[in-house]
């Protein structure tokens, strides 16, 4: 199973800001701990400060992988046009969050993406992208 | 690990209405299904479709349990009062839904317990509850 | 025909306050004067003040019932949860009011009830009960 | 009893569009078919388009009806002017719909003419009106 | 000094209702009565329960008139027509209201007519219209 | 290919009132210039500052035409009735304003009338009307 | 007949700045301008930038005027204070604007005096407070 | 005097929680050591997670006591029944809260009892409710 | 203890209208009915209708006082400024309200003061004072 | 004439997706069927799903081009940015949109960019993008 | 250059209160050791907490100053009186906070003050008012 | 001292448009014009149309400068994504516009970057970047 992590704006920065929550590791690190938990996965990764980049990229996955785990951090709440391209996939995408955006601010609790999504998990750190690997897991199971 | 899973109102019917999408299983048939896939723990059901006796439970668990998997339906959206409730927990409660509230009428999409939460799991239909209970045992796992 | 009336808050106070409206009978009183007027019919009646009571309840009628008569009081503008239980029903649901709620309050102009209702009766007084009972009557005529 | 009944905008098209639901019959001939239903009155009708004549039919009905039945169309939601006009009548209007505004688009939500009115029937089909006449019918009763 | 009153809907009543408030004269009367303090006037009067009515006179009194008095009565607070009718006008247009619109309710406190207005006169009964034909006077005056 | 322009509130004004922008012609002199490039039509055309009046013409244009132009006016921001009138029609209605409304007060921003339509053209002067029988050129091409 | 005329903030400024409008005309010399029109008043008045001496002079006036005439200015949309206190008088006051408040920025389209106020005249240059007077003299004719 | 303290959900946790505030007292310790203060009292106490359990106790103490002391918690903001079951009481009800409710989140500063209720008092901490106690005792002095 | 009571905007009234509510006594008698109630308090008064000279007063108070009793008035609702000058007092400051402002109209329902103050007391009548003052000698209870 | 044909996000599905509704023709191709139809125009075309990009390619044609028509897709109820770009071109931008925005989701019913353009056109299908190089030659007409 | 530096409620606090943010210099204080950094300059300084005394002084240095730096402290966010007078003024009047006022409570976010002035400077401590004497000294500079 | 000038969409054209107002000068050449005020200062300087280029911008010049200007045009009412950005660096960023934002549209009023900003400098024009750079020298003043 094909799978493409994408992710937005600051998230480049994980792992070398706020350590005390999620330790030492970047991104990148961490996903390489967890790949083992997926033996069947073909997983690749994606991060772009640029909004049109990404839809670009989201374009581009609907043709070449199985699904996509999207974590779009501040254009969630803002982009119409990257939820148009999520609308426009004909391939599962899942939206995760780090944090609970429902707990945040008041303009984080909409979500223009979460309409068009197979599903959203919100708020379990750097698990939120593990429960989505996890759930495409059932998905291939059937 | 001890876990409940305290649903609200009008859940339970699943299984006996839009048998389409879930299937002809009732949700106790289905966490039947689901146990194997989780030997250490014990997990327990309730459900009310009455405000109050899901305060009460959830009161009691906070005794008893190691986390709570709560998907309080209708009250989701307007009870302030059972958002105390999660809030005075000091046991981790997860957040599910069935369907994605963010991709349904406006007035769901707003969870006046998610911000006291661990984290939120909605849309993948009954595969949300499986998801929470992987998430604890990410916990369990350390 | 077998009809349920369904009252919620407060509505076992009728006949004790407001008597200049609706004079000194009670609910029960009143239903038994009205009655002679459907003879091929099979009326019960039942209140409570419990929201989730009135979805224990809805959710029987539907197994048992050929119509509900549901006057919500309160929660007609605040409960998700009961607009779901109706919502839910295969039987016809008509709501009620004793006086035109969007007449009153702001806050009574919505009802959150009325988008899953067969129709709508407001403003009559106790008749408006007996205009829902006149309808069912119209629905068994065919 | 004397009883006009005062159709808005567009209801002049009443079984000449969405005939799936009312038949084929016009709301004339429906008219006719439930007169003998109401034996002792003398029922009335007019329609118009334009908002001032109803305003002007209803001003001249308070002179010479014993009550109005009013269905205002799309009047209802935006119509100070007819509102004002139903204030200032001393005889009791009946407002009726066919479908269920509150189950509609948000902005028919709001009826301004209720608050003015005896009572309100929405939902019934056609049979709302008929409903109407049945209270005019109880009034009569004394 | 040619001065069209032109009342909306519902103006056609006065005198007839809250004969408390403005005793038994209709407005041709009460104008009867004033029109001896202002000699050099020639005053016409004009009613209508219709919007585009008004609308008409309007567009006629503009050709014809040295000013207008306009009571639109309801549509003062919903017609963009007539607002953009007085835009248009090239001759002094005065706002007048028996009542205090914003000592009612809510919605009658936006008049989309008075940004048009050379002024508004509100709150002084009847006297109102005798305040804006003082004000001709003032203008007749230099 | 038979079309009727049906013009609202005011329009017949154009031409009389800011001549810098459109010059001396009157709607019906600009009419006369433009039909020469639609030799296969029948143009017809109607203006009333009547809300209902408009809603007559529709409901009989939508026998006797192949199309429809409409300009509301003021209408168009406030007339739930008119917006239903075009709703109910099964030809073609264009929905056209000679200034952008987008770009003017905020009132204005909202067309009721635009979701019922085939479209929409805003802002090019009269020549918005040019566009719009362009446009039933195209569609009598097929 | 005792009238006190109250000017709220920046009044002290007319006849200082727009002179193009107002002329060169202080108010206290436009008010000894109009002063032989009102034969038989006592004509006094106070401008204060002071909200709170506002109030204080206001109920000074309650005891020894027999009306107001108030233009409180900037305070109009803002001082739940300053209307408390016309509230509590139990002699009329006229509120007075010199522009239409109707016709400039939103905030000043609410006026939190009017609802306690005898009338309202607005947009009448400095002729709004004549009319104001012309009103008292209507009142002491009886 | 026969007074009920009516306490909603989740309050029965205090003592419980937050120790830092309130001790390590109950509210059942709590009243006991109040008591001595209010010798002509008899206080008797009920609290419930139950929104309709409580309707039910009013109505009731509506019976038998001489006043109320009701903290609804988060159905204050929430639940009109409730405030229609205190709307109908014929005996005073005083509306007290732990927290300054005014001072927290948004949408805890509307209180739905709050305009039926004979006065409120908040954020004194447990001695809100000694407060009460004392104002019935000014009651009874007349 | 040192107590000012601090009176807002109108408050000078008290006594002088509304006699049937609160009887003939100006709120300077009322103090002295009560101050025997409270032996060991020193108890000063203030009332202004500016808004400034209570900010000025408020922040003398912290230098020289044990605690405020403040009812702002109209200023509760409307200034920040005041309620910054409570927020910046190191002593504790009690909001009190003769009448029920919750139970008032819809602007009154927000207090700008409520967040900075120890408690607040709404709704008793002039008991309002008492029962602060009740409180304070809770304070000095310990 | 020199146009630029800028499409906005997602732009470049058209074509593969709905193919229902426009055919399998891409929009390179729809733009070769319709060249011929414009025979004096230089016709470039330009898509971007990255808003900067497109502000990039707006400045540039404001130097090269004789108008640009653009459909900011996504952009076009959101960005500020686009929006400020339009409004400092010297040349004419025409808006067109495939479908009719006012037709669809309320947060599509906003369009920054429109008060800046010359004129809108919505809903036509592609054929909207032919009518706007209809107006173009009536443009170069004169 | 003549600058008056006008405070206005609350600010007299400063250096009495948050001293870690500021130390222990008053404004008068602070105010003396920048003064040596304007030499050609004179600067004076006023603060008031009354509202209508800021107006007194603003008016009054319109005559008298080259420019006034304001920091109205609350009433930024109230004052339609104290903006109107900034309005009125002829000379440039800067803006100034100490705290950044769109980073606190959102009713801080508005200033009505804003729109007259010649530029704003928030967030930069007691330097805000150092910055915008440096710009009066470029404006100086020609 | 190494400061980044980060200038967002359209800032491009400066000097090319609205000549004026800031002359002829690019704001390359202002920059060249101020340098000389700040000798001891490292000024580099970038601008993008792209909201993404200016986060990949910021956050490397949180790595490698000591202070960033940051006037974001557009996207300073819209982007989360860019607000997140800035609140991520430790470096403090100068907010600066060159006009005032709070005096123009209302959707110009909102700062998403203003609450991580160290300061916010509004309206003087060109020379709001001045005044930032002045603040950063007595940053470095200490």
């Given at each position: 199973m094909k799978i493409l992590i994408l992710n937005g704006p600051n998230l480049n920065l994980t792992g070398k800001r706020e350590k005390d929550i999620y330790?030492?590791?970047s991104f990148e690190e961490y996903l390489e701990n967890i790949k083992?938990?997926?033996?069947?996965f073909d997983i690749s990764y994606f991060q772009s400060n640029i909004e049109g980049e990404m839809i670009n990229k989201l374009q581009e996955a609907n043709q070449t992988q199985d699904g996509v785990i999207l974590n779009?951090?501040?254009?969630?709440?803002?982009?119409v046009a990257l939820a148009d391209a999520v609308k426009s996939t004909t391939i599962p995408v899942v939206e995760v969050h780090i944090s609970n955006i429902l707990a945040r601010?008041?303009?984080?609790?909409?979500?223009?993406?979460a309409p068009h999504c197979a599903g959203s998990v919100f708020?379990?750190?750097?698990d939120s992208y593990r429960l989505a690997l996890v759930w495409f897991g059932f998905l291939s199971e059937g």
């Open positions: 330790g030492n590791l083992p938990h997926f033996p069947g779009a951090g501040g254009y969630t709440h803002t982009s601010e008041e303009y984080r609790h909409i979500s223009l993406i708020g379990f750190g750097l």
